[in-house]
């Protein structure tokens, strides 16, 4: 799976639905970038869920089994990505969203997680880090912040104490 259609990836030119998930900013220009490469690599065999861009780098989520097939033999694909984008991707997989979050964490713990219905409908997920773990994580507050609310489509606090 791509997050555009297999077509669009391939002709490069996004078709209506495509086209309105980018415009509701449910993909961004760097998914749409990344899939149209990732066709070429793998002709839809094998695909990703969602590119990040967090700053630094880019990370792109995916099946586990995709992992390998994404870097490409002797990481050629990755470079490739990499090259054209300007920018170092990591690539992380699990098999739900909610596994990605732990992925993301990490070998820190999480103490609780909690969902926030506020009044307008939209949901605000609350994840509790342990304080003492908080130097165990792979990247910054921000970074998992921006990556877990794409992820999740909402708004993400990430509390450590
Ligand atoms: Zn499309």
Redesign the pocket.
């Known amino acids: 799976m791509l997050p555009?259609?297999n077509?669009?990836a391939k002709t490069r030119v996004?078709?209506a639905?495509?086209e309105t998930k980018l415009k509701n900013e449910e993909i961004s220009e760097m998914d749409v970038k990344i899939a149209e490469m990732m066709y070429d690599f793998g002709k839809g065999e094998f695909g990703f869920e969602k590119a990040v861009d967090v700053g630094d780098f880019v990370v792109v989520l995916t099946r586990k089994e995709d992992i390998g097939k994404i870097i490409g033999p002797g990481g050629d694909n990755l470079r490739k990505i990499e090259e054209s984008i300007g920018k170092l991707i990591k690539v992380m997989g699990a098999s739900s969203a909610e596994e990605m979050i732990y992925t993301l964490i990490s070998p820190a713990n999480i103490v609780s997680t909690s969902k926030l219905y506020r009044a307008d409908g939209s949901i605000m997920r609350k994840i509790a880090i342990n304080k003492n773990d908080a130097d165990k994580l792979k990247m910054d507050i921000y970074s998992i912040k921006k990556i877990v609310s794409n992820l999740l489509h909402a708004d993400v606090e990430i509390i450590i104490g």
């Open positions: 555009i259609c077509i669009c996004l078709c639905s495509c």
